[in-house]
């Protein structure tokens, strides 16, 4: 076997993670990862970056045709020349990192456990185009609560899966891997680790798969927290199709949700649009290019966090570029995009997302950032055993990366009349 393409040092030992995978097994053992990128791979990244062909500027002095020339060249500037990767591999490194096998794939996980008992167990979804890498942060508010403002009573364990396509998990081979197959597989993660009760929270693809669990309610699912939830009424769903003005009788919040959602939908779903229809010729580009692939999310990066429509009032450079050298080093822009293939419902709609069938407590935590401002109106009429809604003060799509402190006191609030 060529070490070029990874290492295993004994039966169910430590796994290397390198350029184009690590060894896959049927095996359902707990094996540790290490993240190992070969010095080859980021050499090369470096070449494609300082030899980027660049486009011509924009015509607008705003960002209504994409990411700015000037943005790009800064970020990329940094990219090829100072930015390290080693220091995320090392800050990866340092955390708990696992691989099992379930339904056929070999899953990445994250899991760290409390120092105090009784912790509650806690399962993070991450989302696209984020990664396991926006709830980093979060770890130590979450586990050590007594360190962050909490008490002993609000800690979690916190298991953090990178989804399958994404990251480090191994790829999908075939069709099928959607929101439903991802929550039943999380259901068996979370049983392997000998956990019985537990809850489920995300954003993004993360709120999509905690309401397919909330639907398909597994022994031992206390609840499910969202910070981007599927509240849109049919009716208003009907009107943003057909590009109608926004309906009367809507209150002022409720108004500007509409306006927000009118505008994704007319200015802003291209990206959404190519992965639903071409995953793989889109994947062609973002995996052979970097800048293609950077600026395809500082898109969304910018448009999509509280900051403005400048990421990097909310993130920082290394953050960002942490995120898409992730994307760059796993080869995972088309596996990644499959997922809106697989599942291209509109995550908005409460009736095409059967929010009503859900059957567990849900929490909701509106960000003022977000990709809309979900109504509490709309929550109640969508989420028929609502228990928790809370509006916040800052923080956007990417919650628990941009805000972790907050985003912790949220799921220690939504969760704590669940604990046993």
């Not at 769903?237 to 108004?255: C, F, H, R, T, V």
């Not at 095409?352 to 849900?362: A, M, S």
């Amino acid at each position: 076997m060529k070490t070029n393409i990874v290492k295993t040092l004994a039966a169910g030992a430590l796994m290397l993670f390198t350029a184009t995978g690590f060894a896959q097994s049927k095996s359902e053992a707990i094996r540790p990862f290490h993240i190992n990128v070969p010095e080859q791979t980021l050499t090369e990244l470096r070449q494609r970056i300082n030899a980027t062909k660049w486009v011509d500027k924009e015509t607008v002095n705003d960002q209504s045709q994409g990411v700015k020339l000037e943005q790009m060249q800064r970020l990329l500037k940094y990219w090829g020349t100072d930015y390290d990767w080693r220091n995320v591999e090392a800050k990866l490194n340092a955390l708990p990192q696992f691989v099992t096998n379930i339904d056929g794939l070999d899953i990445h996980f994250i899991h760290v456990r409390s120092k105090h008992k009784n912790a509650m167990p806690l399962l993070l979804t991450h989302g696209w185009p984020g990664s396991v890498l926006e709830m980093v942060k979060a770890i130590g508010p979450l586990t050590d609560p007594t360190k962050y403002g909490g008490t002993a009573d609000d800690a979690f364990d916190v298991v953090i899966p990178s989804m399958p396509g994404y990251g480090f998990s191994e790829k999908p081979k075939e069709p099928g891997w959607g929101v439903e197959r991802m929550g039943r597989a999380w259901d068996v993660l979370m049983k392997r680790l000998d956990y019985q009760h537990y809850v489920s929270q995300g954003g993004d693809w993360g709120a999509v798969v905690a309401d397919a669990m909330g639907r398909q309610a597994p022994e031992g699912l206390l609840g499910i927290h969202v910070n981007m939830p599927a509240t849109v009424p049919a009716d208003i769903a009907n009107a943003l199709k057909n590009g109608d003005l926004a309906p009367a009788g809507l209150s002022d919040k409720e108004k500007a949700a509409y306006a927000s959602l009118n505008k994704l939908y007319t200015r802003g779903a291209g990206y959404a649009g190519m992965m639903v229809t071409r995953p793989e010729t889109l994947g062609f580009g973002l995996t052979d290019s970097p800048v293609a692939l950077a600026s395809f999310f500082m898109d969304k990066f910018n448009d999509w966090t509280y900051s403005g429509g400048n990421a990097e009032k909310s993130l920082t450079k290394d953050e960002i570029l942490d995120d898409i050298t992730l994307y760059w080093v796993t080869g995972t822009a088309a596996s990644a995009a499959q997922l809106y293939w697989e599942n291209n419902n509109n995550n908005f709609n409460a009736v095409e997302q059967k929010t009503n069938e859900i059957k567990v407590p849900v929490a909701i935590t509106v960000f003022p950032g977000e990709i809309y401002q979900a109504p509490k109106t709309w929550a109640e009429r969508a989420y028929p055993h609502l228990t928790y809604f809370n509006e916040v003060k800052k923080g956007g799509h990417f919650a628990a990366w941009e805000e972790p402190q907050l985003f912790a006191e949220e799921l220690r609030a939504a969760f704590k009349p669940l604990r046993k």
